[in-house]
């Protein structure tokens, strides 16, 4: 049976993304959170594989306790296992340490076939984290897939092109990272739902379970730090009033963009 891990995080609301200027990180307390959206494609992208292949889905997530809601979201709407990595000494990490956390708690996971991440969160927004860990893990990654297939043991993708599109095959274990929107998340199996909520138990795994030391995960285990926020304004527009007959006008609109115009 095919083992796809799917790595999700909890973000906050696009709308009620703040940073705290003192630490200069997102600010997480009293904010609405949601499933990162290209998290809940890439979900859902797995629970197709799995309804048509058999396949085991196993979520993964790094983050605090209060997580714990989204994780039992995931396997509400069909995932088999939810694993939560939770420990104040990963708190603070960047894209860097994040992935170095995730990738060793896939390799405690033990044998997988393919790994599905959300492009990138909508909160940071760096896309780093999934190409990372296919360095850690030391396996081949596709980027930016809006369609999966299994076929004869393989996995086949279709990866986004600006104007165009690519399709990849490559024998597991793979990345992909998952295009935002490529499919609609589907919601949750109530039955499901209240086993969930009455039997099943999430794993949570800490620093000690992962066998990582402070000095490589959170933020001592961080190699980019933001030394400085700063709010960006808006640029002053020309505001340039054109005036006469409507000859006149369309001639003086050609003059200004003239040059922007290519032959």
Partial sequence: MMHIIVCMKVTPKSEQVRLDPNTKTIIREGVENEINPADKNALEAALQLKDKHGCKVTVLGMGPPVWEPYMKLAVSMGADDAILVSDKAFAGADTLATSRTLATAIKKIGEYHLILCGEESSDAGTGHVPPSIAEFLNIPQITFVNHIEIIDGKIRARRVLEGAYEVLECTPPVLLSIEYGCNTPRFPDFRRKRWVDREFKLKVWSIRDLE????????????????ELREMGLGERARQKITGTEDEIAAQILNIIRPYIKK
């Fill in 212 to 227: 990582l030391n402070e000095e490589e995960v959170g933020l001592k285990g961080s190699r980019s730090i933001v030394e």
